[in-house]
């Protein structure tokens, strides 16, 4: 299933749809963050999740670690975070409607979801990253009808000169 995801020009077409949906979804909720009449504010969310932690069946909490990282770090830097979150979910959204750099786009999109999931907000979330890791699996072949067919070679070539090897050939550049 893998290779058929990395490899066929069948599952690149499928991927191109589903990369669109998802990249619009993202691209449409980070606009309504970035350009929105009010102004983000992450902070609430987090005193949510702060005050209502996940728990478990028996009432302990589930994602202690994560809940300190609220507390201690994100919440006393919220406004930083909220930049992160308006500004990110544009950028995903956008690097898979073009099909630019969609691994890395695919990837930073997943780990809002997971977030989002850790502070205990299901939501959109499930099918964001049932798609997301479909899209993360099949790599290169994701982003193949987009932008991505003109930049990972010239990463590749680029990046591979930087340690004296062509990565695409294996040649000594």
């Known amino acids: ?6 490899t066929s020009k069948t599952s690149s077409v499928i991927l191109l749809l589903l990369r669109l949906w998802l990249g619009w979804q993202w691209t449409t909720d980070g606009f309504h963050k970035v350009f929105g009449a009010k102004p983000f504010d992450a902070s609430g969310f987090m005193q949510g999740a702060i005050a209502h932690p996940v728990t478990g069946p028996t009432g302990n909490v589930l994602y202690g670690p ?3 990282f609220l507390q201690h770090i994100a919440l006393p830097a919220s406004p930083f975070f909220s930049f992160l979150v308006k500004w ?10 073009l099909g630019t750099l969609t691994t890395a786009a695919v990837f930073f999109g997943l780990l809002m979801n997971f977030m989002y999931m850790f502070a205990g907000t299901v939501s959109t979330n499930p099918p ?6 479909i899209i993360l699996f099949a790599g290169f072949n994701a982003g193949k009808l987009g932008v991505d067919y003109w930049v990972i ?6 990046v591979g000169g930087w340690f004296g ?3 695409a050939k294996g040649e000594t550049v």
């Open 128 to 133: 964001y990253v049932l798609i997301g890791v």
């Open 165 to 167: 090897k062509s990565v």
């Open 153 to 158: 070679p010239w990463i590749r070539k680029t």
């Open 1 to 6: 299933m893998v290779k058929w995801l990395r």
């Open 88 to 97: 990110g979910e544009l950028l995903v959204g956008i690097g898979l409607i």
């Open 66 to 68: 994560f809940n300190a």
